[in-house]
C-alpha cells in the first residue's frame, strides 16, 4: 500500500470515526445513527421504530409536532396546514369509523377547531398538542412516519448548487457564469490583506482555515434549511461550536485536520447534530462547489459571498446577544462570553474576507485533495454498509 494511501486511509478513520458500535435494537447490525434523545445507538429506521424504542420515539414524535406548531421555520402559513390535514383526517375518520368505543371517544371530545379555538399556534403549543385526542396524536405519527409532514416544509437548495446543463456543450458549460439563487451580496468596502498586516506576510495556512469555515457554513446554513438569518443568536452559536477556527481560534495546518476538525465537532454532539456519515462527507462537496464558484470570469465570487453572509450573520448574533443581556441586565449572564465569542470570530471573519480577496486562488488549489477525500470516504462508506 503507497504512503498516499495510508495518509488516506488515517485520514478518513478520522473523519468519519473509528469506534463501531452494535445496533442496540435487533443487534445483529452496526449502528449507523444515534437516538437524538435517549442516545442509543440504531442501525436504521425499523430499529428506530421497534417496540423496544417505542416510548423514546413516540416522546420524539410529540416533541417533533410541538416544536412545528411553536417555531417552524416553514412559518405559520405551513402550521396551519398541519392542523387542516389532522382536521381531514379526523372528519374522514368520523365518516368510516361505526366502532361503538370510537364513537363514544368522538362525541365525549368537541371538535378539533372548538378545542383550538383561541389558542396561539406560536404561544400555546404544548396546549396543542394537550388538546389532542389519543387517535390525533397517533396520526400526527403515522404522518411523520409516511412523509405528510416533511412534504410540507420545502427543503432548501442551498445558492452555491448549479444546476445540471441540459443542451450545452462542455465546452460552453466551462465559459457560462452561473449566478447563484438568493447568492448573498458580497461586502464592500474590504480592506487590503497587505495594510492589515503592513510588514509579514498572511500564513499559507489560511487556505486551510478557510475550508473550515467553508465547511462549517454550508454545514449550518444546511442545518437551518437556509433560515440562518431568522434566528441568528442561535444559528451564530451553531457556527462557533462547529468550526474550531471561528470557536476557538485554532489553526489548521492540511485539509485534513481542516475537515477532522468540523467532523470531530458533529461527532461529539450526536445529540444535538445526530448527522449520518453521508451528510457529513457530501457536505464536503458544497466546500468544492464554493472554491470552485460560479465560473471562470469570477471564480473567488461564491468564497467571498459566503464569508460576507458568516459575517452578516455574526454581526445579526452579536446585535441579538447585546439585546439579550441588555434585557437581563446581569453582568453575570451565561451570554457574556458569548458575546465576546462572537465579537473575536467577526474579526476572524473579516480577516479571512481580506486575505480571500487578494489571495483566494491559492485556496482553489485545494479542489483536488478535497475531491480525493470525498471520494476515498465515499468509497469507504459504501464498503461500510
Known amino acids: 500500500m503507497s504512503a498516499s494511501s495510508n495518509e488516506h486511509k488515517q485520514c478518513a478513520s478520522k473523519l468519519v470515526g473509528t469506534d463501531s458500535k452494535a445496533c442496540s435494537i435487533c443487534v445483529g447490525q452496526e449502528a449507523r445513527y444515534t437516538c437524538p434523545r435517549c442516545n442509543i445507538p440504531y442501525c436504521s429506521l425499523a430499529c428506530y421504530r421497534h417496540e ?64 383550538l379555538e383561541g389558542l396561539d399556534l406560536d404561544a ?11 387517535k390525533e396524536k397517533q396520526e400526527f405519527s403515522h404522518m411523520l412516519e409516511d412523509g405528510r409532514l416533511a412534504n410540507l416544509v420545502e427543503v432548501w437548495t442551498p445558492w452555491w448548487v448549479k444546476d445540471k446543463p441540459s443542451s450545452e456543450t462542455e465546452e460552453e458549460v466551462g465559459t457560462v457564469e452561473h449566478a447563484g439563487k438568493n447568492q448573498p451580496q458580497i461586502l464592500r ?99 468544492v462547489q464554493l472554491l470552485s464558484g460560479p465560473g471562470v470570469v469570477s471564480p473567488l465570487s461564491y468564497v467571498m459571498s459566503a464569508l460576507s453572509d458568516v459575517t452578516v450573520l455574526l454581526k445579526a448574533g452579536y446585535k441579538a ?13 451565561p451570554l457574556r462570553p458569548v458575546k465576546k465569542g462572537l465579537f473575536m470570530a467577526e474579526k476572524k471573519v473579516e480577516f479571512l474576507l481580506s486575505w480571500a480577496h487578494r489571495y483566494g486562488m491559492a485556496a482553489r488549489d485545494l479542489i483536488p485533495e478535497l475531491r480525493l477525500e470525498f471520494d476515498y470516504l465515499e468509497l469507504q462508506e459504501e464498503n461500510d454498509k
Open 52 to 115: 423496544k424504542h417505542g416510548s423514546c420515539s413516540e416522546a420524539f414524535y410529540k416533541d417533533w409536532v410541538i416544536d412545528e406548531l411553536s417555531h417552524s421555520s416553514a412559518g405559520k402559513e405551513d402550521r396551519e396546514k398541519i392542523l387542516e390535514i389532522l382536521q381531514r383526517e379526523q372528519e374522514a375518520r368520523d365518516e368510516d369509523d361505526v366502532d361503538s368505543d370510537d364513537d363514544e371517544e368522538d362525541a365525549d371530545n368537541p371538535d378539533l377547531a372548538e378545542r
Open 124 to 134: 400555546d403549543a404544548g396546549d396543542v398538542w394537550r388538546r389532542l385526542t389519543e
Open 189 to 287: 468596502d474590504i480592506p487590503d490583506i497587505n495594510i492589515l498586516l503592513k510588514k509579514s506576510k498572511p500564513s499559507s495556512d489560511l487556505r486551510f482555515c478557510l475550508v473550515n469555515v467553508l465547511y462549517s457554513y454550508a454545514f449550518i446554513t444546511r442545518l437551518h434549511n437556509g433560515d440562518h438569518l431568522e434566528s441568528p443568536l442561535e444559528s451564530a452559536q451553531d457556527l462557533l461550536s462547529m468550526s474550531a477556527v471561528l470557536g476557538q481560534g485554532s489553526n489548521c495546518t492540511s485539509t485534513c485536520e481542516a475537515l477532522h476538525m468540523c467532523t470531530h465537532s458533529i461527532q461529539q454532539n450526536p445529540s444535538k447534530w445526530n448527522m449520518n456519515q453521508e451528510m457529513i462527507v457530501d457536505i464536503i462537496e458544497d466546500v
Open 321 to 333: 446577544c447585546q439585546k439579550e443581556l441588555k434585557v437581563s441586565g446581569s453582568k453575570d449572564a
